[in-house]
């Protein structure tokens, strides 16, 4: 089938998924609801077809530009509030990552670079094309941002409620 008949429908299942878990009010239901469609569409048809292959491109400026369009030059007043904690948080994290990367690593569960990328803090779709671009397993590497992603997605409220009081 041609790569760009496979994207359209993917995009169609997409669309579809992300509307039904909007409208269900499900948190980040548009982009859990789209993932889920999408990998429920492909288990159903047990099949994996290709895509254009400057899709991912599209689909990075796409995420760029969003994430750009949330900056506000006011932003850069809180910088001096938030750098303590923006860099700490960060090492913190990456730190994490690197020492779980290294036991998943040494217990035989996934070589070093999936290891790495797959308990890196950072956004899906970046670490995803990161993952791609270094030959990592990104299969492996999917499954873990998607399962913290949705888990995330899923506890915060519940975590922000009680937090909150």
Not at 46 to 71: E, M, N, R
Not at 118 to 128: K, W
Request: charged share 10%; proline share 5%.
């Amino acid at each position: 089938m041609n790569s760009f008949v496979n994207l359209f429908i993917y995009l169609c299942v997409g669309t579809l998924g992300g509307y039904l878990a909007s409208r269900l009010k499900l948190p980040a239901g548009t982009l859990i609801g789209a993932m889920l469609a999408v990998v429920s569409f492909k288990l159903l048809v047990q099949k994996s077809w290709q895509i254009p292959s400057g899709y991912g491109f599209i689909v990075q400026v796409l995420v760029g530009v969003a994430v750009g369009c949330t900056f506000y030059p006011d932003m850069v007043k809180s910088l001096p509030k938030i750098v303590l904690p923006l860099i700490g948080s960060t090492v913190v994290l990456v730190l994490t990552g690197v020492l779980l990367s290294l036991f998943f690593a040494r217990m035989g569960f996934m070589e070093i670079s999936t290891a790495y990328l797959s308990t890196s803090p950072g956004a899906m779709s970046g670490i995803i094309w990161l993952a791609i671009e270094n030959q990592s397993d990104a299969p492996v590497v999917v499954s873990f941002h998607f399962f913290r992603v949705v888990f995330v997605i899923l506890t915060a409220p519940v975590i922000l409620k009680y937090l909150s009081h």
